[in-house]
């Protein structure tokens, strides 16, 4: 996976904290955060401001580093619709944006496309695609129908 972030230690979700924040246990705990609630539409900088007693100038520069606030939390909740896309390609898209925090259908479309130059339904299909035994293989002697 590509991320935004530079290369430091794995916080919760397997999201790699930058190395200026290694020592930081407020900003690795906001990330935890981040990541168990990326369904609650209500994510944003205010509902971490909230829940972590900081100024929106402090929260704002302990995310320098990631790109933002918004963009850093927009990105984890790209890779996890891409990754549920794959996983869960029986949900439509439409529900596992809602159910990912996302605001509107075109917002998702829109930035998905420009995350991964792809549209949400041609990941889903060519994920689709992989699982199928390609044609013209044959089956192991002695498999079952």
């Known amino acids: 996976m590509t991320s935004i972030h530079g290369t430091g230690?794995?916080?919760a979700g397997g999201t790699p904290a930058p190395m200026a924040h290694q020592d930081n246990p407020r900003v690795?705990?906001?990330l935890r955060c981040i990541e168990e609630h990326l369904e609650d539409p209500a994510l944003d900088c205010d509902f971490l401001q909230r829940l972590f007693f900081v100024?929106?100038?402090t929260l704002y520069r302990m995310f320098?580093?990631?790109?933002g606030v918004s963009r850093y939390i927009r990105e984890r909740r790209l890779v996890a619709a891409r990754r549920?896309?794959?996983e869960e390609p029986h949900h439509s898209i439409t529900w596992l944006l809602y159910d990912l925090g996302f605001e509107s259908e075109r917002q998702f479309q829109r930035a998905f496309q420009a995350r991964f130059g792809m549209s949400p339904a041609s990941w889903r299909a060519r994920c689709r695609g992989?699982?199928?035994p390609k044609a013209?293989?044959?089956r192991a002697p002695g498999a079952s129908h």
């Not at 320098?64 to 790109?67: E, R, Y």
């Open 84 to 86: 549920r896309l794959r």
């Open 28 to 30: 690795t705990r906001i």
């Open 55 to 57: 100024s929106r100038p």
């Open 64 to 67: 320098q580093p990631l790109g």
């Open 9 to 11: 230690r794995a916080v």
């Open 130 to 132: 992989e699982e199928r």
């Open 136 to 138: 013209g293989m044959r």
